[in-house]
């Protein structure tokens, strides 16, 4: 049993993590051994995500005063808790990964920006280009109306050239006529 300073000084360090963190998934880790907790942990560490086993209890405590407190109710179980301080994308990409290849590694839930995500959108999420992708996307749909617009633009600026040519066209020839 821990001590209840050792128990203390964990809710504090998760409380930490849960503060710090944009979002987490929580996992049943149960049927993998240590060497393949390891790999999991290596794989997440090369992407910036942590990976904790917590009891549930002091985990309940430590979302209290956090925006993760309505992931109180999935603490169950065997739990380990990935945090990304960066990109849940990211963090999905790597623990769908590792749960394709390994599949006793069961998401239980996700929580990022305030919304608890199922086991299926936390694999949606996985599925979604990166960031830089989806903002090349944006910029590319904002273009492409300016392009439009300035393709326009040229068309009437060309026609209006050559009616001008033409017109200058017809008094040299009218100038040469007379």
Same mark, same amino acid.
């Given at each position: #049993? *821990?001590?209840?300073?050792? =128990? ?25 051994? +240590? %060497? ?6 290596? %794989? ?8 904790? +086993?917590?009891?549930? $209890?002091?985990?309940?405590?430590? *979302? ?20 990304? %301080?960066?990109?849940? +994308?990211?963090?999905? =990409?790597?623990? $769908?990964?590792?749960? =394709? ?5 069961? #998401? ?7 919304? *608890? ?20 996307? #944006?910029?590319?749909? #904002? ?10 633009? %040229? ?24």
């Amino acid at each position: #049993m *821990i001590a209840k300073a050792a =128990k203390v000084e964990k809710v504090t360090a998760l409380h930490a993590k849960f503060g710090g963190a944009k979002a987490a998934i929580l996992a049943d880790y149960s049927g993998l051994n +240590v %060497q393949q907790m390891a790999e999991l942990r290596s %794989q997440l560490r090369e992407v910036i995500v942590e990976l904790h +086993v917590v009891k549930n $209890t002091l985990a309940r405590r430590a *979302i209290e005063d956090t925006g993760f407190v309505p992931l109180a109710g999935h603490f169950v179980g065997p739990t380990s808790v990935a945090f990304s %301080q960066h990109d849940a +994308v990211t963090m999905a =990409k790597a623990l $769908t990964e590792y749960a =394709k290849k390994e599949p006793k590694l069961n #998401m239980r839930v996700g929580f990022v920006e305030g919304q *608890i995500l199922s086991p299926e959108q936390i694999t949606a999420l996985a599925e979604l280009p990166p960031r830089e992708v989806l903002l090349g996307r #944006m910029l590319a749909s #904002m273009q492409s109306p300016l392009a439009g617009l300035v393709g326009v633009f %040229q068309g009437v600026l060309r026609q209006f050239v050559y009616v001008l040519q033409a017109v200058k066209d017809a008094k040299e020839q009218s100038s040469h006529n007379e």
